[in-house]
């Protein structure tokens, strides 16, 4: 089974530095998306950045970016400039992507807390 | 275009009751999700609905809970006999796996207090 591990439960940066949350994962699928999701208090998840597996280069999305090391099983993202807006629980997601009962669902890690500091 | 939405938004329940909660997907999506969210399990997911083929069912955690797709878009996430673990937020997504990306849209959730 595949497993989505978040060894920070929370972490802290000041507006405008760069933090980077870590996600690790476990999985003997190759082909696959891992993804980074946004909760604020609202609950509503948002979807931040995506990366598939067979893509060796990492996504970026403006301001977030991944460092993604598939021999390694590492997923972190980096958020640059941050903004009072980013304070949020985020998810590691991992998702597989070929047929069969797992396809679709997503496995989550347990989630990070980041608070953002003016 | 409306996104995922999710009825009711809180829900305070009795134990021993049971209670239903609604998903209703954005419109085209064939795939729909059900997620649990609590403070000691994390985000986990609950069943699966794509098209007319059987529902992957293999995240409920007991035969109290059940789901059920009409017409192929509203959903209804049905808790028979609620006990106290069952409180938590129920998220629900829809998706349309004819894209590779298979992207999740979530709703607001629906937060379910058992007292």
């Known amino acids: 089974a595949q497993t989505v591990t978040q060894s920070q439960p929370e972490m802290s940066v000041q507006e405008a530095e760069t933090v980077t949350l870590s996600c690790t994962y476990d999985?003997?699928?190759?082909?696959?998306?891992l993804f980074w999701y946004k909760q604020p208090p609202s609950r509503q998840m948002i979807l931040v950045i995506r990366q598939e597996a067979y893509k060796q280069q990492n996504a970026t999305e403006n301001r977030f970016s991944v460092n993604f090391q598939k021999a390694a099983k590492s997923f972190s993202l980096k958020i640059s400039d941050s903004q009072l807006g980013d304070a949020a629980m985020y998810f590691c997601?991992?998702?597989?992507?070929?047929?069969?009962?797992?396809?679709?669902?997503?496995?989550f890690g347990q989630g990070t807390i980041l608070t953002v500091h003016p | 275009g409306a996104g995922v939405s999710q009825s009711p938004s809180n829900k305070v329940t009795e134990k021993g009751k049971d209670v239903e909660l609604r998903c209703d997907p954005i419109?085209?999506?064939?795939?729909l999700y059900w997620y649990r969210q609590s403070l000691g399990q994390g985000l986990e997911f609950l069943i699966y609905?794509?098209?007319?083929?059987?529902?992957?069912k293999s995240g409920l955690p007991s035969d109290r809970f059940s789901a059920e797709r009409t017409g192929g878009s509203v959903s209804t996430l049905t808790i028979q006999r609620t006990q106290q673990e069952d409180s938590a937020v129920y998220l629900c997504?829809?998706?349309?796996?004819?894209?590779?990306?298979?992207?999740?849209?979530f709703g607001p959730g629906t937060r379910l207090t058992v007292t």
């Open positions: 609905f794509q098209g007319n083929s059987a529902p992957d």
């Open positions: 999985t003997s699928e190759s082909d696959y998306y």
């Open positions: 997601a991992y998702r597989l992507n070929a047929g069969g009962t797992s396809y679709g669902k997503l496995t």
């Open positions: 997504a829809s998706s349309s796996p004819g894209q590779r990306t298979n992207e999740q849209y």
């Open positions: 419109s085209g999506h064939t795939a």
